[in-house]
T-cell receptor
Framework: RKEVEQDPGPFNVPEGATVAFNCTYS??????FFWYRQDCRKEPKLLMS???SGNEDGRFTAQLNRASQYISLLIRDSKLSDSATYLC???????????FGAGTILRVKS | DTAVSQTPKYLVTQMGNDKSIKCEQN?????MYWYKQDSKKFLKIMFS???????INETVPNRFSPKSPDKAHLNLHINSLELGDSAVYFC?????????FGQGTRLTVV
């Protein structure tokens, strides 16, 4: 089983749509969680951290369910500029080890 | 001011050659990483260093040798390059949890 699993997509959505991505992780000792965004031929960049209480940043909402080892990202009112690959990332407890999911491709179309 | 910079950005070389990629961060972070992103876009950790000490070596072939002269630098030397080494190599640094990435080095072995 992969340490971090995501649906690769692609998710093709119209502008203005709401889209949700899910991610599961296998290591219960994981201590911190993130969503990164990677544009084509660019480096990954932190989109937001994910907390158990859930957190929101503008149109983006992230949720963590530790019991189910499940992380989600919700994007409301999708923009063309949201088109990218979204990477679910887990920081494993032992040492500093950020483990990346394979990424979910989002394509927002006009 | 570039936070994490790596050179070169592009590297085309023949099989069997030895090459190095350099990475420097000016963020004052204690931890640095090398990641490999292959043609399937999966981002996989190779090495993690904390304060110049190797923390994680993810079963990378011995042909890959990282070197950290100080905590702001983490270089990657690759001996006897093979076709399968072709990928984008990302350097990253972090303090506590999330990481900042360099722009990547696109290595093509011919």
């Amino acid at each position: 089983r992969k340490e971090v699993e995501q649906d690769p997509g692609p998710f093709n959505v119209p502008e203005g749509a709401t889209v949700a991505f899910n991610c599961t992780y296998s290591n219960s000792a994981s201590q911190s969680f993130f969503w990164y965004r990677q544009d084509c031929r660019k480096e990954p960049k932190l989109l937001m951290s994910v907390y158990s209480s859930g957190n929101e940043d503008g149109r983006f909402t992230a949720q963590l369910n530790r019991a189910s080892q499940y992380i989600s990202l919700l994007i409301r009112d999708s923009k063309l500029s949201d088109s990218a690959t979204y990477l679910c990332v887990v920081n494993i407890l032992y040492g500093n080890k950020l483990v990346f999911g394979a990424g979910t491709i989002l394509r927002v179309k006009s | 001011d570039t936070a994490v910079s790596q050179t070169p950005k592009y590297l085309v070389t023949q099989m069997g050659n030895d090459k190095s990629i350099k990475c420097e961060q000016n963020l004052g972070h204690d931890t640095m990483y090398w990641y490999k992103q292959d043609s399937k876009k999966f981002l996989k950790i190779m090495f993690s260093y904390n304060n110049k000490e190797l923390i994680i070596n993810e079963t990378v072939p011995n042909r890959f040798s990282p070197k950290s002269p100080d905590k702001a630098h983490l270089n990657l030397h690759i001996n006897s390059l093979e076709l399968g080494d072709s990928a984008v190599y990302f350097c990253a640094s972090s303090r506590d949890s999330d990481a900042f990435f360099g722009q990547g080095t696109r290595l093509t072995v011919v």
